[in-house]
């Protein structure tokens, strides 16, 4: 038991330790880059400075993650909701695929502020709505597209195989189908776990309460106070990696549960 769990460790080591390595390394460089040259605090802050100011303003950096992070998660759940629901109907009726998979590239392709601006005008300034809504658009399409693939790219043995058992396309979907997409969907939220984050504080530069990380970042590199503008991306950063490392574990634990 002993020699196991040494060994899992010594693996993890192995799969972190270069991914450490190069970011202390990076940071070293980026310290040494603002020393070495002298640049001034208002063109590049050191690493060191950064940091000092996310210590010294980590109780506001964390209300502000929370409120980010809140309208994230928010988007990203009904998003995803909408998402798989939306693909499993696509799935089932092509024709509609072909009418509404236009349609959700084009509004995906639409800039953020101009919906933000569009949503911002629709409810009171004090809503967190617009941002919610934002984010769900942009997670909504990604979960679409790749769950949707996950549900039509099957083998054809499969179905055949499944058909010549009568099976129905009920059967099939939860037989074969689903299965399928299941690695799909955890792609998905890969991908969208972190796009949610980025989503949610880039809304906040165009209106709303000013209370979230993007409008922190804004009005503190308005204040030429760069080293306190990027503690609160070093916060958005850690955000968007939190939310990164829980769809893995969610992926992991599916794994597990399949296995057994």
Not at 17 to 32: D, H, I, K, Q
Not at 130 to 150: D, E, H, S, W
Not at 185 to 194: D, I, M, R, W
Request: aromatic residues 12%.
């Amino acid at each position: 038991m002993a020699e196991n769990n040494a060994l899992r460790v010594i693996t993890r080591l192995r799969q972190i330790g270069p991914a450490l390595v190069f970011g202390v390394s990076f940071l070293a460089l980026w310290e040494a880059a603002v020393r070495g040259f002298d640049l001034k605090p208002y063109f590049l802050a050191a690493p060191s400075k950064i940091f000092e100011q996310f210590f010294k303003n980590y109780s506001r950096i964390w209300e502000a993650s929370m409120v980010s992070g809140g309208n994230a998660l928010v988007g990203l759940i009904v998003g995803t909701v909408f998402g798989v629901a939306m693909s499993f109907i696509l799935s089932r009726y092509r024709f509609l695929g072909e009418l509404i998979t236009p349609l959700a590239i084009a509004l995906n392709a639409i800039p953020i502020f101009v919906l933000v601006a569009v949503l911002n005008n629709m409810y009171s300034i004090t809503s967190e709505i617009p941002r919610r809504v934002m984010v769900t658009l942009v997670v909504y399409f990604i979960v679409l597209v790749n769950v949707a693939k996950g549900l039509t790219q099957v083998r054809s043995t499969h179905v055949e195989l499944m058909r010549s058992y009568a099976a129905s396309e009920f059967v099939i979907l939860r037989k074969v189908r689903v299965p399928n997409a299941v690695p799909y969907l955890f792609t998905a939220l890969k991908v969208a776990a972190p796009a949610s984050v980025i989503t949610a504080f880039v809304s906040e530069y165009f209106g709303g309460l000013q209370n979230g990380l993007g409008s922190r970042i804004t009005s503190n590199i308005a204040n030429a106070k760069n080293a306190a503008a990027w503690a609160y991306v070093l916060g958005a950063c850690l955000l968007g990696l939190a939310f990164y490392t829980v769809s893995i574990i969610l992926e992991g634990v599916t794994r597990k549960g399949d296995t057994k």
